[in-house]
Nanobody, 115 residues
Framework: QVQLVESGGGWVQPGGSLRLSCSAS????????MDWYQQAPGKQRELVAR???????SYADSVRGRFTISRDNAKNTVYLEMNALKPEDTGVYYC?????????WGQGTQVTVSL
């Protein structure tokens, strides 16, 4: 059974930082591409960061320079370091494991950025 479990969300003031984690089980983690998505209130889920199985990273324009995605294959975990957070970063953050036509989603973790 495949499980992706996100953690690390919470409330933070603008300019603050959070580190999200997504732990995977039931898959050969090291061969999967891993993505982080944001679903803001009332909006569709959007890709914010991606890391290939080889460690190549890419980011949405809105987070480039502020967010860093990384992975630890020994721990079957992908991370999202979020700095200089803005109110528009508020939403539920989901991790996604992707391998060709196979996709797996976590349950999401809430991030709220406000005064």
């Amino acid at each position: 059974q495949v499980q992706l479990v996100e953690s690390g969300g919470g409330w933070v003031q603008p300019g603050g930082s959070l580190r999200l984690s997504c732990s995977a089980s039931g898959i050969i983690f090291k061969i999967y591409r891993m993505d982080w998505y944001q679903q803001a209130p009332g909006k569709q889920r959007e890709l914010v960061a991606r890391i290939s199985n080889e460690g190549t990273t890419s980011y949405a324009d809105s987070v480039r320079g502020r967010f860093t995605i990384s992975r630890d294959n020994a721990k079957n975990t992908v991370y999202l370091e979020m700095n200089a957070l803005k109110p528009e970063d508020t939403g539920v953050y989901y991790c996604n494991a992707n391998l060709a036509s196979r996709q797996h989603w976590g349950q999401g973790t809430q991030v709220t950025v406000s005064l």
